[in-house]
């Protein structure tokens, strides 16, 4: 099998395909409508459905916090404040990683548009990073000054254990969620779905566009 | 870009190199519905970049540009699928392949190899099949042209090994 049989053979799938391709008019047609329905429908619902939820809850926070400020503990405020900033600094990046996706031009050479698309697609992982830093304040809104007595030693124990250990949690998750670790076990356990496959399958083709450019 | 330069532009494209829609779909979506879904995704990507397509471009690089990106991106599959049945109105048959293999055994082998390389090496051949030189190759993928020739080699070299192997 020589270089010429090659092309020959796919030259024979080229002629074959002009006789039996038609293009409908109505592509032309509709043609025009394309541009606002792709774009408004190239996010799954479920992303949609979770960035709406993120935003209510965003503003629900906002809500309570503004209105009882001053009012409840502070460690209240202040867990719910840091809980609402990591909260928006997520949905900021996630937004803006989808809108910078659709505007990556794909008539760039593949290498090109392929990178920028691949690291766009694999940065998504900052929010997932970005979400687990809140871990610790789930366990400092309920408490309260008066909590803070000799007489409820025991309790301030098991409380100041369980919140260094989510505090160490959260830290080890953002240091340790990367591309690196994608092999282990706990990383499979925690983005091993059909809405993190993608951003994976996207750190992987990194290496193989590496490999291709060099 | 006008509206009707875009449109006739857009007509052109499907007209004179609808085969280049046609032979990357083939070659990197084996499943017929999914094949039809990158097709129509190919489509709106192509109509939605031609806005930025400049004349003094060569259109079939330019396009084999879009529609390999397109293709190799497709693993978002889902989201397309889900998405664009609605979006276009077209007899989605006029797309479907005759089963061409079926009378040439060896096409069938080579597309099946192909078929077994990366997403990328899959590009860089069909390119080389479809008779285009290593400058016009470079342009396309972003790589160099001494690249393109490396590449080319050993790819074709794979293949012909997988054919002496089958015979």
């Given at each position: 099998?020589?270089?010429?049989?090659?092309?020959?053979?796919?030259?024979?799938?080229?002629?074959?395909?002009?006789?039996?391709?038609?293009?409908?008019?109505?592509?032309?047609?509709?043609?025009?409508?394309?541009?606002?329905?792709?774009?408004?429908?190239?996010?799954?619902?479920?992303?949609?459905?979770?960035?709406?939820?993120?935003?209510?809850?965003?503003?629900?926070?906002?809500?309570?916090?503004?209105?009882t400020f001053g009012e409840v503990s502070?460690?209240?405020?202040?867990?719910?404040?840091?809980?609402?900033?990591?909260?928006?600094?997520?949905?900021?990046?996630?937004?803006?990683?989808?809108?910078?996706?659709?505007?990556?031009?794909?008539?760039?050479?593949?290498?090109?548009?392929?990178?920028?698309?691949?690291?766009?697609?694999?940065?998504?992982?900052?929010?997932?990073?970005?979400?687990?830093?809140?871990?610790?304040?789930?366990?400092?809104?309920?408490?309260?000054?008066?909590?803070?007595?000799?007489?409820?030693?025991?309790?301030?124990?098991?409380?100041?254990?369980?919140?260094?250990?989510?505090?160490?949690?959260?830290?080890?998750?953002?240091?340790?969620?990367?591309?690196?670790?994608?092999?282990?076990?706990?990383?499979?356990?925690?983005?091993?779905?059909?809405?993190?496959?993608?951003?994976?399958?996207?750190?992987?083709?990194?290496?193989?566009?590496?490999?291709?450019?060099? | 870009?006008?509206?009707?330069?875009?449109?006739?532009?857009?007509?052109?494209?499907?007209?004179?190199?609808?085969g280049i829609f046609f032979k990357i779909?083939?070659?990197?979506?084996?499943?017929?519905?999914?094949?039809?879904?990158?097709?129509?995704?190919?489509?709106?990507?192509?109509?939605?970049?031609?806005?930025?397509?400049?004349?003094?471009?060569?259109?079939?690089?330019?396009?084999?540009?879009?529609?390999?990106?397109?293709?190799?991106?497709?693993?978002?599959?889902?989201?397309?699928?889900?998405?664009?049945?609605?979006?276009?109105?077209?007899?989605?048959?006029?797309?479907?392949?005759?089963?061409?293999?079926?009378?040439?055994?060896?096409?069938?082998?080579?597309?099946?190899?192909?078929?077994?390389?990366?997403?990328?090496?899959?590009?860089?051949?069909?390119?080389?099949?479809?008779?285009?030189?290593?400058?016009?190759?470079?342009?396309?993928?972003?790589?160099?042209?001494?690249?393109?020739?490396?590449?080319?080699?050993?790819?074709?070299?794979?293949?012909?090994?997988?054919?002496?192997?089958?015979?």
């Open positions: 099998m020589d270089d010429i049989e090659f092309k020959q053979m796919w030259a024979s799938l080229n002629e074959k395909q002009e006789t039996t391709l038609k293009v409908n008019q109505k592509i032309i047609e509709n043609a025009s409508g394309l541009r606002v329905k792709s774009l408004l429908n190239s996010m799954k619902p479920t992303k949609l459905f979770l960035i709406i939820i993120g935003i209510l809850w965003v503003l629900f926070l906002d809500t309570v916090i503004i209105n502070a460690f209240f405020t202040i867990s719910a404040i840091i809980q609402v900033l990591l909260t928006k600094l997520s949905i900021g990046i996630y937004l803006y990683q989808i809108i910078m996706i659709q505007q990556v031009d794909i008539s760039q050479p593949i290498t090109v548009a392929q990178e920028k698309l691949l690291n766009l697609k694999s940065s998504t992982l900052w929010v997932a990073r970005i979400l687990w830093l809140q871990l610790p304040v789930w366990s400092t809104f309920y408490l309260h000054p008066a909590l803070f007595t000799t007489e409820n030693l025991l309790w301030l124990i098991f409380q100041a254990i369980a919140t260094f250990s989510l505090l160490y949690l959260s830290i080890w998750l953002f240091i340790n969620i990367n591309f690196k670790n994608k092999e282990k076990k706990w990383f499979k356990w925690l983005f091993d779905n059909n809405e993190w496959n993608p951003v994976i399958k996207s750190m992987e083709l990194i290496d193989d566009l590496k490999e291709f450019k060099n | 870009m006008e509206q009707t330069t875009q449109n006739s532009l857009f007509e052109t494209i499907l007209n004179e190199h609808k779909a083939k070659t990197y979506c084996k499943n017929e519905d999914d094949r039809k879904d990158l097709l129509q995704e190919m489509m709106i990507q192509v109509w939605q970049s031609l806005p930025r397509y400049k004349s003094d471009f060569k259109l079939s690089t330019w396009l084999y540009r879009v529609v390999l990106n397109v293709a190799i991106s497709y693993y978002r599959k889902q989201v397309i699928r889900q998405n664009h049945h609605q979006i276009i109105d077209f007899s989605i048959q006029d797309f479907v392949d005759t089963p061409i293999s079926e009378s040439n055994p060896n096409l069938e082998l080579l597309e099946t190899f192909i078929s077994e390389l990366n997403d990328l090496d899959k590009a860089l051949i069909v390119l080389y099949l479809e008779d285009k030189n290593h400058g016009e190759i470079s342009e396309i993928l972003g790589i160099s042209v001494s690249n393109v020739s490396t590449k080319v080699l050993r790819i074709k070299e794979k293949l012909k090994q997988k054919f002496s192997k089958q015979q």
